[in-house]
């Protein structure tokens, strides 16, 4: 794998004297204020006449603000983050036009999380020392790791948890750290009760980071509701309500990175399934152990370390039955469910573990289609990735030693030849199910025996008559 860049955010913790946190703390209030009046401003002018408001027309009011007596405070601090806010708004109506996102909002001095970006000409770094605009001493940060020998940052962005903890990230274009090379390949199964179960029968406890803290979390909520709006002691305990939620969150995060490093490390190939969380968590009975999971996150993190260390992410159709397909036949059963953890195969007789058996299916399905294409299986475009595959495409071995049915019979099968079957049948079911058509399409395959081609050619147009 050759070198190559990435933008890499290295985060570290900072503890700003009495004088930096109150200039921080006025950059973080004009920064929201110029947001806020550059939203108005544009909102306004599409309701009023219709007309579009961009980055410069309101770089240029910027500008006029800073003139004025009841807005002069916004000359005092760093011209930077303030310039950076509009570039963010502009972002903002980009990805609402593009349907992406939701229509930008104002932002709330309670509820928003304060940060101020700095660019190279707001801020000084050299030898591990950072210096912001406007200051005249470097911040305290704890350098809890080095970033990489001959980098240096291009973006610095400074932030405050609602916790009250001081954060520094800095945006750096750095060449991730090459890993070994890795063979295996593993189907990723996500759940509950076990956080993921993977291909080989391992199965990764769940941790529940929210649970271990559920009564603390609530008692201080309690305590929270007790106290008057707007006193002290309500900021008070408002702040120990954040500081459980950080004290979470920062659990969950910790796990999460632990985990998918370790299954980028030791495998090439790894499948997930696509998992639509913001149906899921319309169940009110399971929302709280969904969201506690973070399944989202998880996918996140493997997508672009995968990308990074030259790992082959797989992401499966969220249609995909691999609950109800048994591993060994492909027979699919009508339901399953949450309350069946393991179930018995009527055709086979095999016996199932739920998690593990979805697993297999998975890894079996993804080095499936990866070995005769996308076109062998039905697309499903999002409205937010219109277009594109619903699967990532290489070539790794199909898997071996598992037999399947032709016409009731028990037979043995080439490897690819298994593997095309498993795909075949997900198409076959899903057409009889009626959710889409069946059409008589080739099959893409790469290169193989012409005896191997012919048989999954024949197969293929059998089960498409039947």
């Not at 399953?336 to 593990?356: A, F, I, Q, S």
Request: glycine share 6%; with cysteine.
């Amino acid at each position: 794998m050759g070198t190559f860049s990435v933008k890499q955010a290295f985060r570290y913790r900072f503890y700003p004297t009495d004088a930096q946190a109150v200039e921080l703390s006025r950059t973080f209030g004009c920064v929201r204020k110029v947001y806020n009046l550059a939203l108005a401003v544009r909102s306004d002018a599409w309701t009023a006449s219709r007309k579009r408001v961009g980055y410069a027309q309101t770089s240029a009011l910027l500008t006029v603000w800073k003139k004025t007596d009841e807005l002069a405070y916004l000359a005092e601090v760093s011209s930077v983050p303030l310039q950076r806010a509009l570039r963010h708004l502009q972002a903002a109506f980009v990805r609402f036009w593009g349907k992406r996102s939701q229509y930008p909002r104002f932002k709330s001095k309670r509820e928003a999380q304060g940060s101020a970006e700095y660019t190279r000409s707001g801020f000084r770094y050299a030898d591990g020392r950072l210096t912001l605009a406007k200051m005249a001493e470097p911040l305290d940060v704890v350098w809890s790791r080095p970033l990489p020998t001959g980098v240096e940052p291009t973006t610095v962005t400074v932030s405050r948890d609602p916790a009250g903890r001081w954060f520094v990230s800095l945006l750096c274009d750095a060449a991730p750290t090459p890993m070994p090379a890795a063979t295996a390949s593993v189907g990723i199964d996500a759940g509950l009760t076990s956080l993921i179960t993977l291909s080989t029968g391992e199965k990764i406890a769940n941790p529940k980071p929210e649970r271990t803290d559920r009564a603390q979390l609530a008692r201080a909520q309690r305590a929270l509701s007790r106290k008057e709006k707007g006193s002290n002691n309500r900021a008070k305990a408002r702040t120990r309500v954040a500081r459980i939620h950080a004290r979470i969150a920062d659990r969950r995060r910790d796990n999460l990175h632990k985990l998918t490093t370790r299954l980028v490390r030791e495998n090439q190939t790894l499948v997930i399934e696509d998992l639509a969380v913001r149906n899921m968590v319309k169940n009110h009975k399971l929302a709280r152990a969904i969201t506690d999971a973070a399944w989202r996150d998880l996918r996140n993190m493997l997508e672009y370390k995968a990308a990074w260390y030259g790992r082959e992410l797989i992401i499966l159709d969220r249609w995909f039955p691999s609950t109800r397909m048994c591993s060994v036949c492909g027979t699919i059963v009508d339901e399953m469910p949450l309350n069946v953890r393991e179930w018995m195969c009527t055709n086979c007789g095999t016996n199932h573990d739920r998690d593990g058996n979805a697993a297999v299916n998975l890894l079996a399905a993804g080095l499936a289609v990866t070995a005769c294409g996308a076109g062998a299986r039905p697309q499903r475009e999002s409205s937010s990735r219109p277009g594109q595959s619903a699967v990532k495409q290489e070539a790794p071995p199909a898997r071996a030693g598992i037999p399947f049915l032709k016409g009731g019979e028990e037979v043995n099968a080439s490897p690819f030849a298994m593997t095309v079957t498993l795909v075949v049948t997900q198409v076959t079911a899903r057409a009889l199910e009626g959710s889409i058509p069946v059409e008589s399409q080739a099959l893409h395959t790469p290169v193989h025996s012409d005896g191997e081609v012919q048989e999954v050619s024949a197969m293929f147009d059998r089960l498409s008559a039947g």
